[in-house]
Nanobody
């Protein structure tokens, strides 16, 4: 019944921008985050936000370039990606957690299917 769906990926030139969206439904969530995974690489933390009080956290590689935000009216989370680099190329996953569920991988119970971001030189 819980659904987490990402959108907004695509192809962009280095230095450009993209905005990813994540719509979470079917539950009340305490924390949401973004991870990415490049081909042949492990999944890495990108950013997270607390749903109620808007605490945020960022991975070292995206500090000062990416911004995570939320719209409680739309029940949607966003990742604004600026100054994109070729090394940002990866599948980006949205994750969500609620305290009524046991934690899953990386501490999140629910995951989206991923959206591809490709940054050209």
């Amino acid at each position: 019944q819980v659904h987490v769906v990402e959108s907004g990926g695509g192809l962009v030139q280095a230095g450009g921008s993209l905005r990813l969206s994540c719509a979470a439904s079917g539950g009340t969530f305490s924390n949401m985050g973004w991870f990415h995974q490049a081909p042949g690489q492990a999944r890495e933390f990108v950013a997270s936000i607390n749903w109620s009080v808007c605490r945020t956290s960022y991975g070292d590689s995206v500090k000062c370039r990416f911004t995570i935000s939320r719209d409680r009216g739309k029940n949607t989370m966003y990742l604004q990606m600026n100054s994109l680099k070729p090394e940002d190329t990866a599948v980006y996953y949205c994750a969500a957690h609620s305290p009524v569920y046991a934690r899953g991988p990386y501490g999140y119970a629910f995951w989206g299917q991923g959206t591809q971001v490709t940054v050209s030189s």
